[in-house]
């Protein structure tokens, strides 16, 4: 079983929906990251969150250290939001592991 | 501020070359990270750095190295390539590591695309 569960794999909407990326983790850790990352291969940072919540535009992240889990919402989906959106736990003194990545489509 | 730069972009390679990939942090960032990344198995870390020493090391074989200056600029190289070494492999750079943990921001680079054939 992977250290960093994904889902879904693959997320297609309309333009102006809620989105919602769930990213769940079996170690403990210091941060989680989320990723965007467009075609071409850049990858930029979203959020690094270790506790609570934080908002970024039409961008939020979450994070339950007790359960584990951290949610990435989009509000009013764009298509130029369409990229492959990836969460990183830094475990405890020790490396960065990835989730494989939700391709996220946003139709207009 | 330039950001995280690495060369070069694209890369090809015969079975059985070596390799180094160079990638230059953003000023005054003194760690520096490498991952590997493949379409079937995702982003995996390779190596991470920190004022020149290196501080992780992921589950690569001993075919996979890598170096800090001391201007934090970092290579990696790999020796006798494989077939399955085609990638795209990208660092990260942050401002500062403890050594307990590292809860900064990680900026990357656009990656070098290394096809090997």
């Known amino acids: 079983k992977n250290e960093v569960e994904q889902s879904p794999q693959n997320l297609t909407a309309q333009e102006g929906e809620f989105i919602t990326i769930n990213c769940s983790y079996s170690v403990g850790i210091s941060a989680l990251h989320w990723l965007q990352q467009h075609p071409g291969g850049g990858i930029v940072s979203l959020f690094m969150?270790?506790?609570g919540k934080k908002k970024h535009g039409r961008l939020i992240a979450t994070i339950n250290i007790q359960e584990k889990h951290s949610s990435l919402h989009i509000t009013a989906s764009h298509p130029r939001d369409s990229a492959v959106y990836i969460c990183?736990?830094?475990?405890?003194?020790?490396?960065?592991?990835f989730g494989e990545g939700t391709q996220l489509t946003v139709n207009p | 501020k330039a950001g995280v730069t690495q060369t070069p972009r694209y890369l090809i390679k015969t079975r059985g070359q070596q390799v180094t990939l160079s990638c230059s942090p953003i000023?005054?960032?003194?760690?520096v990270s490498w991952y590997q990344q493949t379409p079937g198995q995702g982003l995996q870390f390779l190596f991470e750095y920190f004022s020149e020493t290196q501080r992780n090391k992921g589950n690569f074989p001993g075919r996979f190295s890598g170096r800090q200056f001391s201007n934090s600029r970092s290579e990696m190289n790999v020796s006798t390539l494989e077939l399955g070494d085609s990638a795209l492999y990208l660092c990260?750079?942050?401002?500062?590591?403890?050594?307990?943990?590292?809860?900064?921001?990680?900026?990357f680079g656009q990656g070098t695309r290394l096809t090997v054939v």
């Open positions: 990260a750079s942050s401002l500062h590591r403890t050594l307990l943990q590292a809860n900064t921001e990680a900026f």
């Open positions: 000023s005054g960032h003194r760690s």
């Open positions: 990183a736990v830094r475990v405890y003194g020790s490396r960065l592991t």
């Open positions: 969150l270790s506790s």
